[in-house]
C-alpha cells in the first residue's frame, strides 16, 4: 500500500520558517523522482520543487527560488522542503508527490 505523509506545516509570520517533511512508504522512493506541489484554492496545483533520485539535481518554481530547498533522505525515505523567508502568498496547502501518487497535503499560512 502506498503512502505519503506529510507534516510540519502551521502558522507561521512573514519572514519566517518552516520545514516540511514527506515520509513514502509502498514504493521503492530510492529510485524516484520527488516533487513538492502547492494549492490554493480556488486555483490550479503549482509545482514548487523537484529533487532527482539521488538527491544531485533539483529545479524551483521562480517564486520560491532562493528561499525553498528541497532535500532528500533516501536511507528514511523521506523528503524534506525547507521554507525561509516566508511570503503571504506562500499561503497554500502542500503536497508530496512522487510518480502518480500523492500525499493528503499540509497546510501552511503565513500571516501576521
Known amino acids: 500500500q502506498v503512502q505519503l505523509v506529510e507534516s510540519g506545516g502551521g502558522l507561521v509570520q512573514p519572514g519566517g520558517s518552516l520545514r516540511l517533511s514527506c515520509v513514502a512508504s509502498?514504493?521503492?522512493?530510492?529510485?524516484?523522482?520527488m516533487r513538492w506541489y502547492r494549492q490554493v484554492p480556488g486555483k490550479e496545483r503549482e509545482l514548487v520543487a523537484t529533487?532527482?533520485?539521488?538527491?544531485?539535481?533539483?529545479n524551483y518554481a521562480d517564486s520560491v527560488k532562493g528561499r525553498f530547498t528541497i532535500s532528500r533522505d533516501n536511507a528514511k525515505n523521506t523528503v524534506s522542503l525547507q521554507m525561509n523567508s516566508l511570503k503571504s502568498e506562500d499561503t497554500a496547502v502542500y503536497y508530496c508527490?512522487?510518480?502518480?501518487?500523492w500525499g493528503k497535503g499540509t497546510l501552511v499560512t503565513v500571516s501576521s
Open positions: 529533487i532527482t533520485s539521488t538527491g544531485d539535481s533539483t
Open positions: 509502498g514504493f521503492t522512493f530510492s529510485i524516484t523522482t
Open positions: 508527490n512522487g510518480f502518480q501518487y
